[in-house]
């Protein structure tokens, strides 16, 4: 695969890494697909969360836009688990 077709490729939110982690507290995807090697999804909780997911080559991160707060893939669930305990 070339790199342009590798930056065309379409990505279902159902098929990222966050998406389980992130419905399992309650959120839902605003983004449903994106394109291209650096990609990000938005996500909003129905008790007013919003959290970007951004995701590629070498990115792995995440915002939580509501609590200012951000991090990398691993502390996601930990970030979501804290919010969860308030």
Avoid: C, F
Wanted: aromatic share 12%; no cysteine; charged share 25%.
């Amino acid at each position: 695969m070339s790199l342009n077709d590798a930056g065309a490729k379409v990505h279902p939110v159902e098929s990222q890494w966050h998406y389980e982690i992130l419905t399992k507290y309650g959120y839902v995807a605003k983004t449903k697909e994106a394109v291209g090697l650096v990609r990000s999804y938005d996500y909003s909780h129905p008790a007013g969360g919003h959290i970007r997911v951004t995701t590629g080559i070498s990115s792995d991160y995440w915002y939580d836009k509501v609590n200012d707060k951000q991090g990398y893939w691993s502390d996601l669930e930990p970030h979501l688990r804290k919010l969860k305990e308030k």
